[in-house]
Structures are given as structure tokens and as C-alpha cells.
Nanobody, 126 residues
Framework: QVQLVESGGGLVQAGGSLRLSCAAS????????MGWFRQAPGKEREFVAG????????YYADSVKGRFTISRDNAKNTVYLQMNSLKPEDTAVYYC???????????????????WGQGTQVSVSS
């Protein structure tokens, strides 16, 4: 059974940084893409960043480009989201997600996600 466990959320002032972690277990993830989504109160869940497990290609939402960085540690089966220059509008519950890759890993991750973490709260004060 696949489990995704996020950690690293918290309260930070605007301009600060946080690093989220997502520890994955339950299977081999070499054929998966992983990413981060977020959901603010009263809003739809939105894609933040993603990358295939087997390459270093990454894709970011325009709202976080240049401030957030997704990375992974294959040996630890862990995905990270380094968030710098945080803004109050980044406040949300952040979710880790995995999707089995096909011909279009980004589309699969964004619209056919297979596994979700439980979420971790990130709050940015002004």
C-alpha cells in the first residue's frame, strides 16, 4: 500500500523560507512523476510543481516560478519543496502527489493523480 507522508509545514513571516518533505513508501517509484499541489481556503486545489522520478526536468506554476524548487532523494524515496521568498498568498494546505507516468507525465500528474498525501499547513504572515 502506497503511503505519502508530508512534513515541514508551519508559520513563517513574509519573505521567509520553508522546506516541505514527502516520504513515499509502498512500491518502487521509478515509473512515477511526483509533485506538489496546494489548496487555500475557499479555493480549488492547484498544481504547484512537479517532476518525473527518473529525470531532473521540473515544471512550476507561474505563481511560484523562481521562488520554489522541487527536488528528490531517490535513496530516501523522499520529495522536497523548497519555498523561498514566501508571500501571504502562498498560505494553503500543501499536498504531495504521485502519478504513474505515460506519454505525458505532467498531464498525468495534474489530472490523473494516483496517490495523495494527507497535507501540511503552510501559513505566511504579512
Amino acid at each position: 500500500q502506497v503511503q505519502l507522508v508530508e512534513s515541514g509545514g508551519g508559520l513563517v513571516q513574509a519573505g521567509g523560507s520553508l522546506r516541505l518533505s514527502c516520504a513515499a513508501s509502498g512500491r518502487t517509484f521509478s515509473s512515477y512523476a511526483m509533485g506538489w499541489f496546494r489548496q487555500a481556503p475557499g479555493k480549488e486545489r492547484e498544481f504547484v510543481a512537479g517532476m518525473p522520478w527518473s529525470t531532473s526536468i521540473a515544471y512550476y506554476a507561474d505563481s511560484v516560478k523562481g521562488r520554489f524548487t522541487i527536488s528528490r532523494d531517490n535513496a530516501k524515496n523522499t520529495v522536497y519543496l523548497q519555498m523561498n521568498s514566501l508571500k501571504p498568498e502562498d498560505t494553503a494546505v500543501y499536498y504531495c502527489a504521485f502519478a504513474f507516468t505515460g506519454t505525458n507525465w505532467l498531464s498525468r500528474l495534474q489530472y490523473e493523480t494516483d496517490y495523495w498525501g494527507q497535507g501540511t499547513q503552510v501559513s505566511v504572515s504579512s
